[in-house]
């Protein structure tokens, strides 16, 4: 009997059609082959929001194959992603192609050869709960969109667009930015005790004042206690050692892969997404083709038992028996609507080791598979046991504390650490590490006082990783959408990256004041939080899509209407930098483009002149002694040049310091490393030594004891950005 089987990617089609026979004919549809149109809502509101799909522009060659194919088929199967969408795109396809069988649609969570063959044998008929739960997103977001955009264009600026989800999310970063400009600082002091212990030292930090937990607002107070902690007594009150289990982190689920791979491989959403998919959907190792990871875009935090088995007995064959716990982790979602048919984010087999694979991949595949394996390795081992030492010191009415811990089991961190933000990271530090041994009414002498001034910080800006984290919090959007809402926000201008952080642009506080103003309920994090588990319960058969939509739809239409009557036309006046045009002599304007600001002619369209915005770094060029600039490539990414270009063409990615390479006399820079330290590096490529220093000038490792392979990793990742000067010639480092 032959079989056609339909799939997204040609990709996932090769890399399936290896483990079948010649009965087998799998082919790519390329994603959805039918949608709204462009040019029209498509959806006919009077009759339960019917929408009218047509064949999308561009698939008629695509489809005319998956035609062909089907007529000397005896029987076809729908392959498509194991979710809502590919749920969609598979009954789209039964509709276009007329593929009569009840059962034809067969899902799997990782393509090897048992999944495949497995899925094969048990097909089962289209979830049309899921159909229509994805259906009603898509007309959501269309009645939305074609509903407030057209307005936005003719109150405000043409080309803009209004998202359902992508108007939260900048609504969030908005609403950050305000917390961070209306904040005040405060000043705070805190006083730590040198004391002497043995022949060592105990650091200790004032905790408490009598009962009352130690405030210090300024100097003037902080000279007042240590006047009357001079003369005391400090003496031990209590040393308590305790034993902490430190559990680990559980596989990984979209959210949690995105936000760990920008933390740790500063990876963005989308390349984090485009990468799990090539991992997904196979990759040719030693000849052999395959899915080295299962399904990325996934909330559930499940592992299948197989799976697991197979983990503890290699854990147990690695790193010994200790090292597996007594019964296997199991790790339960916080949320009730969670996709549990899937699987968390895994290798597909945990004996395919990141250092076996790495002569088969990129660079970008390398790290992540890595990430994901040591992941997946460490959830199923044994926890860590650290020994975690308190001391309390009184002296008086003041009562000192200082904390330390020592790992007496590593358990899962002899594979992997979870990333930490900043804020976290400080916090760890102050708990790691031995004291001094000291026992109950030891007498320790004071060495010193040592007083700190601290101000209280603003809240951080959202990192990608940041913003994902608060998104799946607040239950907005949902595995397959974080990606595509950063891109969006982002290409629209409404949002702007600079050094990892999102800026709301001038244009996105526009539209969200709008927003707030007239379309209360859109922008609405809890709102929008409620529609995404009604679309849930729709997929879950709990709720009719006609009738989440209908309730919707009534009170956005008379917001619609209030609005377009209400909103005057708002002129948008660009802010003048002092700046003159060299070339007409206006002055410039500060402009948004899709990688920021930027500066414009006032006079455009009849003069076109555009410049960088550059801010000037007070470091000299060695190569002309010129000044060092910051400026931004195309693609937003931040770089350093030299004032005199064209004349030099100094480029760096990393901040250069006004010292030469001992080796080539090449301008050094500096960079922090993933552990927090400042490196002082060489950037020349063609460098014999590649010089690497510490911040304190001490030598460190170089990259030339590596293979060749590596070598020419490392040089194309540090490859300076290119330059095109006069006649479109490329000039670099």
Not at 374 to 390: H, K, W, Y
């Amino acid at each position: 009997m032959k079989t056609l089987i339909i799939v997204e990617s040609p990709t996932k089609a090769k890399t399936i059609e290896k483990f079948l026979g010649k009965n087998y004919t799998v082919r790519s549809c390329m994603g959805h082959i039918r949608d709204l149109p462009k040019s029209s809502m498509g959806v006919d509101i009077d009759h339960d929001f019917a929408p009218h799909y047509i064949t999308i522009r561009g698939k008629g060659d695509v489809i005319k194959v998956l035609k062909d194919e089907a007529k000397k088929a005896d029987r076809i199967l729908l392959a498509s992603d194991p979710d809502r969408e590919g749920e969609a795109i598979a009954w789209h396809l039964q509709q276009y192609l007329n593929v009569d069988e009840k059962d034809c649609r067969i899902r799997f969570n990782e393509i090897t050869d048992k999944a495949i063959k497995d899925s094969v044998q048990c097909p089962l008929p289209i979830d049309m709960c899921m159909v229509e739960a994805q259906q009603a997103r898509r007309i959501l977001d269309r009645l939305v969109g074609y509903g407030i955009s057209p307005l936005l264009w003719k109150k405000v600026k043409k080309g803009l667009s209004a998202g359902r989800v992508q108007s939260v999310a900048v609504r969030l970063i908005c609403d950050r930015e305000n917390e961070i400009k209306e904040f005040v600082s405060e000043e705070y002091w805190t006083v730590f005790a040198h004391l002497k212990a043995g022949t060592g030292e105990l650091v200790a930090r004032l905790t408490k004042i009598g009962k009352n937990k130690a405030k210090l607002a300024n100097q003037s107070e902080v000279d007042k206690v240590i006047s009357k902690l001079s003369g005391l007594e400090y003496v031990v009150d209590s040393v308590q050692i305790k034993e902490k289990k430190k559990n680990p982190s559980p596989p990984f689920t979209t959210s949690s892969m995105q936000q760990e791979a920008s933390r740790r491989l500063g990876m963005m959403a989308k390349k984090t997404m485009q990468t799990a998919q090539q991992l997904y959907e196979g990759i040719a190792v030693g000849g052999t083709v395959t899915g080295l990871i299962s399904y990325m875009r996934t909330d559930s935090m499940r592992i299948s038992d197989e799976a697991q088995a197979n983990a503890r007995a290699f854990i147990e064959a690695k790193y010994g028996k200790e090292f597996v716990p007594a019964k296997p982790n199991i790790f339960n979602n916080a949320g009730t609507n969670i996709q549990n048919a899937h699987e968390a984010i895994r290798p597909t087999s945990v004996d395919r080791t990141p250092s076996m694979l790495k002569p088969f991949l990129t660079v970008q595949q390398y790290k992540l598979y890595k990430l994901i394996w040591e992941r997946f390795v460490a959830s199923q081992m044994a926890a860590a046991i650290l020994d975690v030492t308190s001391v309390s010191v009184k002296a008086g009415e003041f009562t000192f504390s200082a904390s330390g811990s020592i790992v007496r089991f590593p358990g899962f961190t002899q594979v992997y650490t979870e990333g930490k933000d900043e804020k976290d990271k400080d916090k760890e530090r102050e708990e790691e590490g031995k004291i001094a041994p000291v026992s109950n009414g030891e007498i320790l002498p004071l060495n010193s006082f040592e007083p700190k001034q601290h101000f209280t910080q603003p809240p951080v800006r959202y990192s990608e990783a940041m913003l994902i984290k608060s998104l799946e919090e607040l239950g907005i959007g949902r595995p397959s959408t974080y990606a595509p809402i950063i891109d969006t926000i982002l290409a629209r201008c409404y949002v702007v990256r600079e050094e990892k952080q999102l800026y709301p642009t001038e244009l996105g506080v526009l539209v969200v004041d709008l927003m707030k103003e007239y379309f209360t309920n859109i922008i609405n994090v809890e709102f929008t939080a409620n529609l995404e588990k009604s679309l849930d319960m729709i997929a879950e058969g709990n709720a009719d899509w006609v009738n989440v939509l209908s309730d919707f739809y009534v009170p956005f239409a008379d917001t619609l209407s209030h609005a377009e009557q209400e909103i005057e036309k708002v002129v948008i006046t660009p802010e003048e930098s002092g700046e003159i045009c060299e070339k007409c002599g206006k002055p410039m304007v500060y402009r948004m483009g899709r990688y920021g600001r930027f500066l414009a002619c006032s006079g455009f369209p009849e003069c076109r002149n555009t410049k960088a915005i550059t801010k000037s770094l007070d470091i000299k060029c060695l190569a002309c002694g010129g000044n060092i600039v910051q400026r931004k490539s195309r693609s937003g990414r931040i770089f350093y040049g030299c004032d005199n270009y064209p004349k030099c063409s100094f480029v760096s990615w990393d901040l250069p310091i006004e010292t030469k390479c001992e080796s080539c006399g090449y301008q050094l820079t500096q960079k922090v490393g993933r552990d927090g330290q400042t490196l002082i590096i060489c950037p020349n490529k063609d460098c014999p030594t590649r010089q690497k220093l510490g911040a304190d000038g001490e030598k460190l490792p170089t990259r030339r004891g590596r293979k060749q392979k590596e070598n020419n990793s490392a040089n194309q990742k540090s490859k300076p950005p290119v330059r095109r000067g006069k006649n479109n010639k490329k000039t670099e480092a």
